[in-house]
């Protein structure tokens, strides 16, 4: 089975610090997502990445940024946290790009709350 | 971009009835396909049924089965026999002549309560 793992389930941090969220993934998946969730907007994508060291932004990248080094790993960095950051955090991977049908694989979720 | 519609914010069934949940959406691509994703309390979301553009039959996946109709850009989610355990967010998402690889962008989502 398919396995997109996020280091993190519950997280309180304070304004101003630096976040780091990680996800790693077991499937050699060439892409990996960052997606942000909050009631009423649903899921919105930050950052993607289709290869290692590559990523392009998503809809709502403002205040993010990411990294990836190796190919299992993506990482979403929050520069200076800020109370408007408070969400929930979804990490997710899919095989090659290719024709329609590539299942997303999402991890558990991140719940982050800045205070 | 595209734009999808899930009418139903909330709804409540009784158990064992059947359940229809609505996604509309809006998209230029030729080619594209249809997931349907579930995400319960704890949070995960959970892949349920894909359909594509092209297949003529639709999509069945156990008690999981896609209502599609192209001509109208719909594709609703049938759930027969509802469970409790059905009781969760469920989220449509299309997806481009891309494929994977530049993400789902997902409707705002249906909270299905089963009730006993």
């Known amino acids: 089975d398919v396995k997109v793992t996020q280091s993190s389930r519950y997280l309180v941090k304070r304004t101003g610090e630096k976040v780091f969220l990680e996800c790693v993934q077991d499937?050699?998946?060439?892409?990996m997502f960052w997606y942000r969730q909050d009631p009423g907007l649903g899921l919105r994508l930050i950052y993607f990445s289709y290869d290692v060291k590559m990523k392009e932004k998503g809809d709502i990248p403002e205040g993010y940024s990411v990294s990836r080094e190796k190919k299992e790993r993506f990482s979403l960095i929050l520069e200076s946290a800020s109370t408007n950051q408070t969400s929930m955090y979804l990490c997710?991977?899919?095989?090659?790009?290719?024709?329609?049908?590539?299942?997303?694989?999402f991890g558990e979720g991140s719940w982050l709350t800045v205070v | 971009a595209q734009k999808i519609t899930q009418t139903q914010p909330g709804m409540f069934v009784q158990e064992k009835e059947a359940v229809t949940l609505d996604c509309t959406y809006d998209?230029?691509?030729?080619?594209?396909?249809l997931f349907w994703y579930k995400q319960p309390s704890s949070g995960e979301m959970i892949f349920l049924i894909y359909?594509?553009?092209?297949?003529?039959q639709n999509a069945t996946e156990g008690r999981y089965s896609l209502n599609f109709q192209k001509a109208r850009k719909s594709a609703n989610l049938v759930i027969s026999a509802s469970q409790l355990g059905d009781s969760a967010m469920y989220f449509c998402?299309?997806?481009?002549?891309?494929?994977?690889?530049?993400?789902?962008?997902f409707g705002k989502g249906t909270h299905l309560i089963i009730q006993p």
């Open positions: 499937m050699d998946h060439e892409n």
């Open positions: 998402a299309p997806q481009g002549a891309g494929g994977g690889a530049d993400g789902l962008t």
């Open positions: 359909q594509g553009s092209y297949d003529e």
């Open positions: 998209t230029s691509d030729q080619s594209y396909g």
């Open positions: 997710a991977s899919s095989p090659t790009p290719g024709q329609g049908g590539d299942t997303i694989y």
